[in-house]
Every structure is written in C-alpha cells, then in structure tokens.
C-alpha cells in the first residue's frame, strides 16, 4: 500500500505542466523534435507537419498547424506554394498573409498553435515565423433569442470574436474605437478583448477591469460567461454586478456613453462594464421607439417589475396578518375559497411559486417542439387539478399567474434571477410579520443595493447619488434633448453635442 501511494505521488509530480519557455534554436532538428514532442505528433490526429525546402533560399524548412482549425487552402496557396514556386530575398515577400509574427521561444509556438496558427521553422534561424491561418468554425449571424426586438437591427453576436468586432466596428465608426486584448488562463490560454472609445472612457474604471484580468489565476476561461465571474466584485450577491447582452446595437450605444464591452470567442454574448440599476430595465427597442412609446413600454416594465416581487408577498401579508384592510366581500371570498384547503396560505403560495419555477425551467431545458406542450399541460391542467383536489385555493392560482407571467417582462436574463430569488424573499418576510415583515425586507433589500458598486460606480447612479446624465434614467427625454453623456461614468468628455443653442 506504501508503494502504491509512493508511485501515486510521483506520478502526480510527473504530471504537473511544464514550462516551455525555452528558446528557439537554429538547428531546425531540434526545433522540429521538441515542437513533435510538446504536441505528440503521431498520436495527436489533427496535428500535422510538412517539411519543404524554399525556392528563394535553398534552406531546409517545417511547417506545424492543427489541420482542424486552420484554412488548408490558404496554406497551401499563401505559404507552401510560394515557398515552393517565389523567388524573393526575405520571407516576408514570399509568404502572401496579411499577418507574419516573429516568435522566439516554444511558449509562444505552443499559444500560437493552439490559436489556429501555422508556425513555420527555418534552417539556421532561431526565431520561428507565425501565420494566421485560422478558420475556427461558427454559427452563422441570426437574431437575438433573449433579446429579440420588433423594431429595429436584428442582428446577434455569434460564437467568432472577430466576427463580433465587425459588427461592433460597423456601428461605431470611430477612429478612437480601441481594441485591447489580454491573455488570460495558465493551462488553455485563451484572448479577451475589451473595447472601449479612448477620448471617452474613464482611465481608472479600464485600469480596474485590466488589473482584475491579470489576477485571473485558473487553467483556462472558455467565454464571458465564466469570465464574469471571475472578474465580479461580489459573487455571493444576488444583484449582478456586470451587464451581459447580445445585441450588438445594445454594445455599440454603451460604448457611445464611455462604457467598456468585453468580448471572447465561443461566447455569442458581451459583457459591459461598469452597470447600474437601471441598465437591466432598458431595452434598445425603446430608443427605437417614438417618445411616448418607448416610455410607456418602460412603463410596464417597472410595473411588471413591482408586481412580479410584491404581489404575493403582499397578498400573504394581508390575508395572514391584516385582513382588516381587506373589503369584507373579498375577505369572504377569500375565505370561503380556502374553507376546504388544509394547507396555510403562506404554504399555498410557495406550492404555486415553486411549481411555476418548475415549469419555467422545464420549458428551458426540454426540446423545442415539447416546450408549448409543458406550458399548457403545467399552467392548466395541473392548476385545475389541484384546485379541484382542495390542495390550493383559486385565488392562489391567480396571484401566482400574475407574479410568474409578470416576470417575462424583464427580459434581461441577470436581473430576471434577482427578481426570483427576491420575491421568495418577501414571501418569507411577509409569512412571518406581516407587511411589518415585508416593509423591513424591502427596506434590508434597497440598503444592500445603494450599497453596491460595479467598478466602482454607485449602483443607483445617476439618480442617487445624483449626476448629470442623458435623462435616459428611469423614463428617457426625446433623444435630440439628450445633451449628457452619463456623469457616473466621469468620462473624459461629458457633453454630446457641441451645438451652444441645444437645450
């Protein structure tokens, strides 16, 4: 047992990675044997080789590339062709790429590589060439799923950062559109981009996000989905502290206000930073929309969104604890439809919350073409049944449709959990005090959130603490009076329009 823990021990050490940042050499022997080995050629399958001799030269080359995620036919018309056929003097007129990278340790090879380059080593030279050659496969452009949107662009982030760039560059056509990239993961390095308009953003709000990017200390980041929680300030909370979305029109006017998106490959999404409060409730479709009807969408919205986290706690509150609030006809009502349910109210509205949880996760998580079928089957069929059986009360049925259907009108995926997990909470407030219960909660719940920061702009900013804004807080202006950019921010350039006589 002792030797088998001992060889345990040793292979484990065995098996910790390497460092390879040894340098290139000139002999292309070498080069090429430890390139075999780092990549174990012969066992790994899509890991290829070619060896050539160049016209232009007369020098012993090899060539290394993962044949899957490379454009074969751009190998071989702009590097082995011309190798082959050119005459130049230096590879740089011989190779026909738009991208020649000189490289000179294996550390590097082994990054490029594993990006969809195709390293080239040369006889006599210790640096390696790198060439861009990558053709990672992706979905096509289509539209957004979670944000779908009647008036206006209807184009979506797919799964390509260069892709995403584009339709990010094609918006904003801005000479000071940065794009910045870090490397982030120790095992699988992979690219973040962030992008951010240079004469507008806030240097200490982007030194912040560049500093929580290099403390990422993980074997890899495969999206922004996982990169947002590695660069989150509180991750126990239940408010989000970064704003995800799809659209890239969404991306574009952020990055018009002197915000910061990042982006990734494999992520059909982006992240904006900094966020507040009020940014989960704007959807771009209502800057789309005429004045009054984008407002009164906003409208709804916020009254959805009081609804969805209020209606049951308060319905719980009143009926357990303060009926004399009630009209005696809807208390006899009330009490006449629970005459024969054997359950407390309070248990009544979590079976109806958490089968409506259910249900909704259901839909998500089963096929396409069933997910109708669950709806109507849950929402109907099960409902009847139980109030038939005496389980729950009508009433119930009726509050918990309301709280459940209202809280599809906040489509913003982040703020859509917060508001679930908020209105257990009121349930539970409201089931022990009453609406003394609920007020103290809602009291608890707004404290916690005015305290919260994300990269260091209050949460409920601009309106508290109070900035100069574009009016597009809670309900916008008409959008030839926006005059502000946001003052949360402190961008370097607050005012939009330079005309004097705007007011």
Same mark, same amino acid.
């Given at each position: 047992m002792f030797h088998f823990f001992k060889k345990a021990k040793k292979a484990n050490t065995q098996s910790k990675p390497q460092k390879n940042n040894d340098p290139i050499r000139s002999s292309l022997k070498h080069n090429t044997e430890h390139i075999k080995q780092l990549f174990s050629y012969g066992t790994n399958k899509d890991f290829s080789y070619r060896d050539l001799i160049a016209k232009y030269n007369q020098k012993e080359m090899s060539l290394f590339y993962y044949s899957s995620i490379v454009n074969g036919d751009k190998i071989y018309e702009a590097i082995i062709r011309p190798l082959l056929e050119a005459e130049g003097n230096e590879l740089k007129n011989v190779v026909t790429v738009e991208s020649l990278t000189e490289i000179k340790d294996f550390d590097e090879v082994i990054e490029h590589i594993n990006s969809g380059k195709a390293i080239l080593f040369q006889e006599g030279t210790a640096i390696a060439f790198s060439i861009d050659v990558a053709q990672f496969q992706f979905r096509?452009?289509?539209?957004? @799923?979670?944000?779908?949107?009647?008036?206006?662009?209807?184009?979506?982030?797919?799964?390509?950062?260069?892709?995403?760039?584009?339709?990010?560059?094609?918006?904003?056509?801005?000479?000071?559109?940065i794009t910045e990239s870090k490397q982030v993961g120790k095992r699988s390095k992979s690219e973040v981009n962030f992008l951010y308009v240079s004469d507008l953003v806030n240097d200490d709000i982007l030194n912040n996000l560049k500093k929580r990017l290099d403390e990422i200390n993980t074997d890899s980041v495969r999206n922004v989905e996982l990169l947002e929680q590695y660069i989150e300030e509180r991750p126990y909370s239940i408010f989000p502290s970064i704003?995800?979305?799809?659209?890239?029109?969404?991306?574009?006017?952020? /990055?018009?206000?002197?915000?910061?998106?990042? /982006?990734?490959?494999?992520?059909?999404?982006?992240?904006?930073?900094?966020?507040?409060?009020?940014?989960?409730?704007?959807?771009? @479709?209502?800057?789309?929309?005429?004045?009054?009807?984008?407002?009164?969408?906003?409208?709804?919205? /916020?009254?959805?969104?009081?609804?969805?986290?209020?209606?049951?706690?308060?319905?719980?509150?009143?009926?357990?604890?303060?009926?004399?609030?009630?009209?005696?006809?809807?208390?006899?009502?009330?009490?006449?439809?629970?005459?024969?349910?054997?359950?407390?109210?309070?248990? &009544?509205?979590?079976?109806?919350?958490?089968?409506?949880?259910?249900?909704? &996760?259901?839909?998500?998580?089963?096929?396409?073409?069933?997910?109708?079928?669950?709806?109507?089957?849950?929402?109907?069929?099960?409902?009847?049944?139980?109030? @038939?059986?005496?389980?729950?009360?009508?009433?119930?049925?009726?509050?918990?449709?309301?709280?459940?259907?209202?809280?599809?009108?906040?489509?913003?995926?982040?703020?859509?959990?917060?508001?679930r997990i908020t209105r257990f909470i009121f349930i539970a407030a409201a089931g022990t005090y009453g609406m003394f219960g609920l007020a103290g909660a809602f009291l608890v719940w707004f404290m916690y959130a005015a305290s919260l920061k994300s990269f260091g702009v209050p949460f409920f900013s601009p309106l508290a603490p109070y900035f100069k804004s574009p009016g597009d807080t809670v309900f916008r202006k008409a959008i030839k009076n926006e005059i502000w950019r946001p003052g949360n921010l402190l961008p370097k350039d607050l005012r939009k329009k330079r005309d004097s006589t705007s007011k």
């Open positions: 096509s452009i289509g539209k957004a @799923e979670n944000e779908s949107a009647i008036k206006g662009p209807q184009e979506a982030f797919t799964e390509s950062l260069n892709v995403n760039i584009s339709l990010v560059r094609k918006r904003v056509h801005d000479k000071q559109l704003h995800y979305t799809e659209r890239p029109d969404k991306a574009a006017s952020y /990055l018009e206000d002197g915000y910061i998106i990042i /982006l990734m490959d494999n992520s059909a999404a982006c992240l904006v930073v900094p966020v507040t409060f009020w940014s989960f409730f704007h959807a771009q @479709e209502d800057r789309y929309l005429r004045f009054l009807y984008g407002n009164f969408t906003r409208a709804i919205r /916020l009254f959805a969104f009081y609804l969805t986290t209020m209606i049951s706690a308060t319905y719980v509150g009143i009926t357990n604890f303060h009926s004399e609030m009630l009209p005696p006809d809807l208390l006899l009502a009330i009490t006449a439809s629970r005459e024969r349910v054997p359950f407390p109210l309070i248990f &009544e509205v979590l079976i109806m919350e958490v089968a409506f949880e259910l249900i909704r &996760e259901a839909g998500i998580r089963i096929p396409n073409p069933l997910g109708p079928t669950i709806g109507i089957v849950g929402a109907l069929i099960l409902g009847q049944a139980a109030v @038939e059986a005496n389980i729950i009360s009508p009433i119930i049925v009726i509050v918990a449709a309301v709280s459940g259907l209202t809280s599809f009108a906040i489509a913003d995926v982040s703020i859509n959990f917060t508001v």
